[in-house]
């Protein structure tokens, strides 16, 4: 007697925890899993030489990373520094393995969000730019969500991941 093949069922992801992170005049949602962590703004080495987008780097878990600026980097303005500015850390995609992470600018901090498939939509009519990948409303909340590949891609000719961070500032020992 032949062997029936079995049906194996898989359970439906309910929800996907995520952040709501602000930026000047828009959010992005991003899984959690792609939000490595969320810090108070640190000091940041000046890059030379680079787009107004690239913000400069700073020092992380002992790793030198870039700063980008997200609004800046769809052609809106760059955004003012709040006092309640933070930097979200991103996993990166690994489009290149010097390049882990990448630091957004943020205005401030983000919400935890509860993404299910019925309260998420694509919101249609909203002309996409080059660093979303979707633009999305959410518990009706307009949101970005970002395409990190394309900023891991922009960013590659600009980052020095070999340049040394001896003159940083969290690096200077006291007197």
């Not at 299910?116 to 996409?128: I, Q």
């Not at 959410?138 to 394309?150: L, M, N, Q």
Request: aromatic share 6%; with cysteine.
């Amino acid at each position: 007697m032949k062997a029936q093949p079995q049906r194996i069922e898989q359970k439906k992801v309910q929800e996907v925890a995520s952040l709501l992170i602000p930026l000047a005049g828009l959010s992005l949602l991003l899984p959690n899993v792609t939000v490595a962590e969320i810090v108070p703004l640190p000091d940041m080495v000046p890059v030379e030489q680079v787009p107004d987008w690239y913000l400069g780097d700073c020092l992380w878990r002992e790793q030198r990373i870039p700063v980008v600026s997200f609004e800046r980097l769809n052609q809106a303005a760059l955004p003012q520094v709040q006092r309640t500015a933070r930097l979200a850390v991103l996993n990166a995609t690994g489009v290149h393995e010097e390049l882990p992470f990448i630091a957004v600018l943020t205005s401030g901090l983000p919400r935890l969000a509860r993404v299910t498939e019925e309260e998420l939509s694509v919101r249609d009519g909203v002309a996409a730019k080059t660093f979303d990948l979707l633009n999305v409303s959410w518990a009706g909340e307009s949101a970005v969500i970002p395409d990190i590949t394309a900023m891991e891609h922009i960013l590659l000719p600009w980052w020095q991941p070999a340049v040394s961070s001896e003159n940083h500032p969290s690096d200077i020992a006291p007197d």
